[in-house]
T-cell receptor
Framework: DTGVSQNPRHKITKRGQNVTFRCDPI?????LYWYRQTLGQGPEFLTY????????KSRLLSDRFSAERPKGSFSTLEIQRTEQGDSAMYLC????????????FGPGTRLLVL | DQQVKQNSPSLSVQEGRISILNCDYT??????FLWYKKYPAEGPTFLIS?????DKNEDGRFTVFLNKSAKHLSLHIVPSQPGDSAVYFC???????????FGTGTRLLVSP
């Protein structure tokens, strides 16, 4: 039984560069979520997918951020023209959907923008 | 606008005693509540949840209590163990929306 996996686990980049993160959800889960966590705060919702459809986006998700979930399996989160304020832990979660509302999180990708 | 609040940033407890972590919420649309445990540099690990149709849910050493009229929930850990030392997050969601809204966390330290 594999859980949610995320790659890479750590990413250091220079301001202005583009970065892409990948999330592989639990295999039978049709809902996938992205959150961001900064120091001293709880995770904050960014966006979620049901199968391949992106159904909700937070206002935190500026136009430099884009997320995809082709074929309703893995998902990618891309940040273009990174800024130092993008430094955070990016968390992916998945849930079964329907009556299964518990979200299970991956280990996260820690991004540092220099 | 902090819809989920954990007003105690930290809690210290001795091994074997009870740990009680508290959480308050403001949005009456929340109907599903969860507790997660988080170690540094790891993702949150699901512990226990409760639906608003219940007032108590128990799983081993962990019990969550929900007081809807007070918009308050608590997590009880009995007996506490040193391995329970971590940051605990309360989260909530509503039937009309899927996202989880998290509190800011409480750091629990269980000393031997």
């Amino acid at each position: 039984d594999t859980g949610v996996s995320q790659n890479p686990r750590h990413k250091i980049t220079k301001r202005g560069q583009n970065v892409t993160f990948r999330c592989d959800p639990i295999s039978e889960h049709n809902r996938l979520y992205w959150y961001r966590q900064t120091l001293g705060q709880g995770p904050e919702f960014l966006t979620y997918f049901q199968n391949e459809a992106q159904l909700e986006k937070s206002r935190l998700l500026s136009d430099r951020f884009s997320a995809e979930r082709p074929k309703g399996s893995f998902s990618t989160l891309e940040i273009q023209r990174t800024e130092q304020g993008d430094s955070a832990m990016y968390l992916c979660a998945s849930s079964l959907g329907g009556g299964g509302r518990t979200q299970y999180f991956g280990p996260g990708t820690r991004l540092l923008v220099l | 606008d902090q819809q989920v609040k954990q007003n105690s940033p930290s809690l210290s407890v001795q091994e074997g005693r009870i740990s009680i972590l508290n959480c308050d919420y403001t949005n009456s649309m929340f109907d599903y509540f969860l507790w997660y445990k988080k170690y540094p540099a790891e993702g949150p690990t699901f512990l226990i949840s409760i639906s608003s149709i219940k007032d108590k849910n128990e799983d081993g050493r962990f019990t969550v209590f929900l007081n809807k009229s007070a918009k308050h929930l608590s997590l009880h850990i009995v007996p506490s163990q040193p391995g329970d030392s971590a940051v605990y997050f309360c989260a909530a969601s509503g039937s009309g929306f899927q996202k989880l809204v998290f509190g800011t966390g409480t750091r629990l330290l269980v000393s031997p």
